[in-house]
């Protein structure tokens, strides 16, 4: 089965083509605007080069945020479009906090894993794990204190974008690994989504927001 991932929620757009689980091919591009006008032409590119048609996906894995308003919007719109247009496509959402987690090797894995997201703001989009990577706490938008006062006392892994702004300050924490990933890893965004579907757990795309969208009304 071929499956096609993608990202345009932060300061990046990423796709990734698997059959399987070997990778076919991967596109990324840093970019703090424009990553939807990128997304379409590259992923025909993609199709074309290893002589593909949109018909022959199995899966559609699209992230799901958090991440900005305009990107996360584009990424599953695009979904959404793709869905309707080929409805024997299998499509599902991940979560970026999924992703980061599926992409920490197990022998960084602590009791604690928290992944924690850019937010370009004073705050964190944070989420935490335990050595299962099943999932432990709400997604939330968290201070530098409150993140320090949740972790206080446990042996903890961090991963994430967020996480090199996050120790520029001494935080006192007992840390079993650290990972300052710059992006979030498409492969594992793609392989989240192969789980979700052997495991017959798809669910439909709905962007995760941990804030509303920074916009104001002109006068």
């Known amino acids: 089965m071929y499956t096609l991932a993608f990202d345009t929620t932060s300061s990046n757009c990423s796709i990734a083509l698997l059959s399987g689980n070997k990778v076919l ?4 591009q840093e970019m703090e605007f424009g990553q939807a006008e990128v997304l379409m032409p590259q992923i025909n590119k993609m199709l074309d080069q290893q ?10 894995c699209v992230c799901i945020g958090p991440g ?4 996360v919007r584009s990424s599953i719109a695009a979904t959404r479009a793709f869905s309707l247009a080929s409805p024997q496509l299998s499509v599902t959402g991940v979560s970026a906090f999924e992703a980061y987690m599926q992409s920490l090797d197990d022998f ?28 432990i706490s ?3 938008a968290l201070s530098y204190e ?15 974008n967020g996480v090199e702004r996050f120790l520029e300050k001494p935080s006192g924490l007992v840390l079993h ?28 795309p709905k962007p995760l927001y941990l804030r509303a969208p920074d916009v104001c009304v002109k006068s």
Do not use: W
Request: aromatic residues 10%.
């Open 146 to 160: 409150q993140i320090i006062d949740t972790l206080k006392g446990k042996t903890v892994s961090l991963i994430g």
């Open 138 to 140: 709400d997604t939330e």
């Open 51 to 60: 002589k593909l048609r949109f018909a022959d996906l199995g899966l559609l």
């Open 108 to 135: 960084d894995l602590s009791s604690y894993n928290a992944v924690i997201i850019e937010t370009k703001r004073d705050d964190f989009y944070f989420q935490l794990f335990n050595g299962k990577r099943e999932k």
């Open 177 to 204: 690994s650290i990972h300052m990933e710059k992006n979030l890893p498409i492969i594992s965004l793609a392989e989240c989504g192969l789980q979700k579907y052997n495991a017959h757990k798809l669910n439909y």
């Open 68 to 71: 900005s308003f305009t990107g």
């Open 25 to 28: 091919d991967k596109f990324e």
